[in-house]
């Protein structure tokens, strides 16, 4: 009874403190033109730091080569202060909404090369990694508003966890999609043999599959968890709630799918390119799954 | 600069002649302590199987480079088949150029061979420890490392194999993450075949496997490499447990069928599978090809590779090049920096001397209250004389312009300056 008792009152745990909504909209309209520039600012040191890694990439730049690194970190730290504004001026973490989500997951992909960058000092895989957080921050970037009101519920511990373990998830599976694309067109190239860029740059077959292996089970590890936090929380939250709704379903849907993939890779063996194909697959699911469902069908778990 | 080269490569003569050439490492060691003796106070030889090149630093007097190709051919007993026109000379600033481009292997016969680097290090290791190397050639070792490591490290000059045999090594670290997890079976004891299981132990293969038509060819290779036996017979069922597969057997027929390997590679999980079939007539039908994770590479295939990796080392040359000329300033910069500062001294030593000798000739013609006020002031004119001069010549040795030696040499030739710090005047 005890435990059920405190893990009722740890639901109820507001994230941050609510606080007064006229003060809240003083805070957000202070931060206004810094968050407005720095939205637009983005997109376009994202482009520039996938550009310095294509041109590394693709030309052997030298100038680019020494410029990656700084950009990297100083890009980390403006994006930091970005959702720290953010946080402050709304007065909660921008968790509430697919493009808020997607800047978060542009930063967490960024974070995670960094620090693949800096254990493998290998970063000839960056161009196509930072591309996609290049991705989610100019869809972030083109459909973020601001929210000085938001649901009650939004404030809750509960939602932080959930959100976090998503966020893990959805990164890890971000790069198993591209240690997966990567591994594809290396693929193609050894066999056709007609040995370019890519053969000279990329790492090994073996060791792109360990990647996006490594990565996928992190990330089905972690939408387990967000996925079992989530069918505790939200029937407590929604009165409108349905285990039907498409985007369980379609989160559902993802999940299995991995956890198809996983199982046939320990018991049949399913390796190489078979493996690949399915993980891109998978992550076109997951992609259709944050875009068109999470915010056109979905009714109670959409947040925008 | 008083360096000098002579030396025989593949582009001067056969490798008949070269061979003959060769010096071994004892030989090594005598022929630079004699050639210490007789002609250059500082010396090193390089002796590979395209090149025998001595690099020696003129002493006070010269010498004939004829006179040491000469004794290079009398100290291998060549003279039958080996001509003093068999060699190439090179001086000062050509020579160090020479030797830049020697260790960066664009003078190379595979252009870009990674060997050479190490061969030009041994060489001087072992003129070191025959003390044959003075400051100059010990200056000289360091910078020609230096550059040998920069040309690699800053251009595509060493990459991508040049050998077939290599080539599918290469390949294999393309698929494979870690070769010493991984096990390979050769099929045949044909030469490259061989030569490509060498390539593959060399990079720490975990597990060789042999099978030959004739079994004693194959234990007999097992006992050169290590590994284990295999019956010919049960080829196509050993491919299921081996990572890599070499086939080289002389066979009008195909030794692997598709249904074999679409068999193996259900066996094995669907493990990838890479066949290296340096055959001809070919071993493996070419249509396991199309197998998924199956990576078969023929001859023609791996000699394609080869063939692109050479033009695109060719293309690399020019970046060599201004490494080379970029190392090749800096180094003459400070040979300049070494030869500006004795040379300057020499001069003002020269001129004091005639100073002091014309003011003691004629000190008695002034007044014994001035002859202090003489000495200060003839001193003060030579010092004004020679601080112009030698301004100029420290800072031009310092930005390392080309004619800084030239005006030292000018200098010494026009004042009779030897390197033992003389002038013909005796001071």
Known sequence: MRSTAFFHSFLEIPILPVSNPVLRRKHAMEMKPLIDVLSIAMPILYALLVLAYGLVFFRDVEFASRLQRPLIVVILLVHGIYLGARTIAFQHPPITSVFEI???????????????????????TGFFILSLAFAFQVVSSVGIHDMTTIPEYLHSMVLGFHVSAALLGYTAISLS???????????????STRFGLIYNRLPNLEMLEIMSHKSEVLGFISLTVAITIGLIWLPRVFKDFSYFDPKLLGTFAIWVLYAIG?????????????????????????FLSMTVINLYLSRFHSFH | MNLVSVGISHLTAAVEIRERMWLSEEELRRAVTKIKEQFYPECMLVSTCNRTELYGIEGKVGVDAREVTEFLIEFKNAGDAVRTDHFQEWKSDEAVEHLFRVVSGIESQVVGDIQILNQVKEAFALARESHTLGPVMNRLMQTTL???????????????????????VELAGKIFADLSRKSSLLIGAGETGELTLKHL??????????ANRTREKAEALTRQFGGTVVDFENVADAIRNVDIVIASVNSPTYVV???HVHKVMKQRSNNPLLIIDIAVPRNVDPASKKIENVFLYDIDSLSGVVDRNVEERKSEIPKVESIVQEELQ??????????????????????ESIRHQEVEKNIHRFKPEDRELVDLVTRRILNKVLHTPATVLKQESEEGKEETMARVKALRDLFGFSDNGKDRHGA
């Open chain 1, 177 to 191: 999609a591209v240690y997966g694309f990567l591994y594809l067109m290396l693929y193609h190239e050894i066999k």
């Open chain 1, 262 to 286: 996983l199982s046939a890779k320990r018991k049949f063996g399913w390796q190489g390119r078979k493996m690949m194909v399915l993980t891109l697959i998978a992550f076109g699911f997951v």
């Open chain 2, 257 to 259: 069928l598709p249904e």
């Open chain 2, 201 to 210: 132990l060399g990079k720490g293969i975990g597990q060789v496997f042999i």
């Open chain 2, 146 to 168: 230096h550059v040998g490591k920069r040309t690699r490290s800053e251009t595509g000059i060493g990459e991508g194999a040049v050998s077939v045999s290599y080539a599918a």
């Open chain 2, 330 to 351: 800096e180094f003459l910069r400070w040979v300049g920096s070494l030869e500006v500062g004795p040379a300057i001294q020499q001069f003002h030593d020269l001129l």
């Open chain 1, 102 to 124: 997607m800047t978060l997951l542009a930063a967490s992909i960024a974070a995670a090369y960094l620090y693949i960058e800096w254990r493998t000092t290998s970063r000839n």
